[in-house]
């Protein structure tokens, strides 16, 4: 069955820390994907990548980096956690090319920032 | 960019078809309808998709207008477990991404 994994469920960090969040996915994907979702905000997409040290900014990349040093490997950054950045943080892995848009989720990680 | 329109919410009885309906009137020839759920506190699931057709797969069907502006997802017979907040997607960015929009919950009652 395939997977996507996120290393972390919850998590509560204090304002100034930096945090990482992990995500693995054994699919053998080319695309990893960060989301954050919010209510009445929905899903919004924070980086995304297509291939090992590649990255690509989304909608709301401020405050975040990424590293991808492996394929199957894609993690976020909090350089310096702020409270506007309690969320659900979800990480999504697909094919390249005709299944890009299929989507695998990890199951989340929640930050609070306190 | 072509935008979906769902409803905010439907009720559904348990072991009844649920039918979510989904419009987007200014889908281009060359997007495909996606559908995606989310049961509460998971990561979001992918359901179905397709272009043109009609397509059916363990989970659902996808039942698309011949003029593609609108599609509904069946769940031939819904179960408690098939509660969820249901997106339908057709908009894709620029980097080719695909957007949520803010869905339809589904309340499937006993």
């Known amino acids: 069955d395939v997977k996507v994994t996120q290393s972390s469920r919850y998590l509560v960090k204090r304002t100034g820390e930096k945090v990482f969040l992990e995500c693995v996915q054994d699919?053998?994907?080319?695309?990893m994907f960060w989301y954050r979702q919010d209510p009445g905000l929905g899903l919004r997409l924070i980086y995304f990548s297509y291939d090992v040290k590649m990255k690509e900014k989304g909608d709301i990349p401020e405050g975040y980096s990424v590293s991808r040093e492996k394929k199957e490997r894609f993690s976020l950054i909090l350089e310096s956690a702020s409270t506007n950045q309690t969320s659900m943080y979800l990480c999504?892995?697909?094919?390249?090319?005709?299944?890009?848009?299929?989507?695998?989720f990890g199951a989340g990680s929640r930050l609070t920032v306190l | 960019d072509a935008k979906t329109t769902q409803p905010p919410s439907m009720d559904c009885a348990e072991g009844r078809a649920a039918n979510l309906p989904c419009n987007h009137s200014?889908?281009?020839?060359?997007?495909?309808v996606y559908w995606y759920r989310q049961i509460h506190s998971q990561g979001p699931q992918y359901i179905i998709h397709?272009?043109?057709n009609n397509e059916t797969n363990e989970m659902a069907s996808l039942i698309i207008t011949e003029d593609r502006k609108s599609s509904t997802l069946i769940l031939p017979h819904a179960t408690l477990r098939d509660t969820a907040v249901y997106y339908c997607i057709v908009r894709v960015s620029r980097d080719d991404t695909i957007i949520f929009g803010k869905g339809t919950r589904l309340h499937i009652l006993p």
């Open positions: 999504a892995s697909s094919l390249t090319g005709f299944g890009a848009n299929v989507l695998t």
């Open positions: 699919m053998d994907h080319e695309n």
């Open positions: 397709g272009l043109k």
């Open positions: 200014t889908i281009s020839g060359n997007e495909y």
